[in-house]
């Protein structure tokens, strides 16, 4: 089963439980994102960023970015912090990371190698490469 | 033994000469610390080629990770806690770097606050990216390792 995604709505009201602060200026900035921040005793800085349309919901897999890379936390812990409204215990541990490939492997994978971006899920940067290398060394095809 | 590398002058004497220290830094490629109270606050003019040639030889790139949901793609660019997203993928990249663009404005307004924090090792990296043209900017998202700009 897909996991579920929030929508931005919610994810904004998760940032309002956590104590983040939305960063001056950033609301009237020409892109369609919000971006707030979040100080940790340690010194860590940790940023977030939400769109402009608060109904809309990232993608699952982006949304697991999020919450690894942007928020810190794990899936349960975002949903106990919006049934509970209390703010999250930290450090908190983080959902292991995804392997996938970096933006410059990508246009190769999809546009010389000819793979699907379904192919590409779950790729590593070395997998990746070793594809691009295979293609690269192979002798090119006249058909 | 004198342990000054650079060349230095003195805050009044810069003010006094500075279209010749100008000239010095940009054409001759020659950085100059100016010092004020004594060498208790210091500055260095560097041109922008030789900050550039600095920047590009710390080797720091932006690394990304490619996700791909259904009808959305996402770039995200970790280090800086940054992702954008787009039914393409380059209207993702084009996503990413605006908001790349607004997190450098705003770092770089901000920038007495991150030295204090871990985001300080970003410094190489947003200098590099307000540096360079804006119609480039995306390019560095998608440089291939060990390539020159």
Known sequence: ?143 | MDDVLFFQTGFTEAKRHLSDLMTGVVHEHRPVQVNRHGEKEQMFLLARRELEDLLELTGQRFETRVFFDDGEVSVSLPAFSLIGAGETFDAAVEDLVDLLRQYCAQYLRRLDFYRQTDRRALLPLVFLFALTPAARQGDLLLKVPGTRG
């Open chain 1, 1 to 143: 089963m897909t996991p579920k995604a929030p929508a931005f709505d919610e994810i904004e009201k998760f940032l309002k439980i956590d104590g983040w602060t939305e960063v001056a200026g950033s609301a009237g900035h020409a892109t369609s994102h919000r971006v707030f921040e979040k100080v940790l005793e340690c010194g860590q800085v940790l940023t977030t960023h939400i769109s402009h349309s608060g109904s809309k919901s990232p993608g699952p897999n982006r949304f697991g970015e999020i919450l690894r890379e942007q928020l810190k936390i794990t899936r349960r812990q975002f949903w106990e912090a919006l049934d509970s409204g209390d703010a999250v215990d930290r450090p908190a541990p983080v959902e292991e990371q995804v392997p996938a490939p970096e933006a410059w492997q990508v246009p190769i994978l999809l546009h010389q190698v000819g793979l699907s971006p379904d192919e590409l899920h779950g790729m590593s940067p070395d997998e990746a490469q070793k594809v691009i290398t295979a293609h690269w060394a192979s002798p090119p095809d006249d058909s």
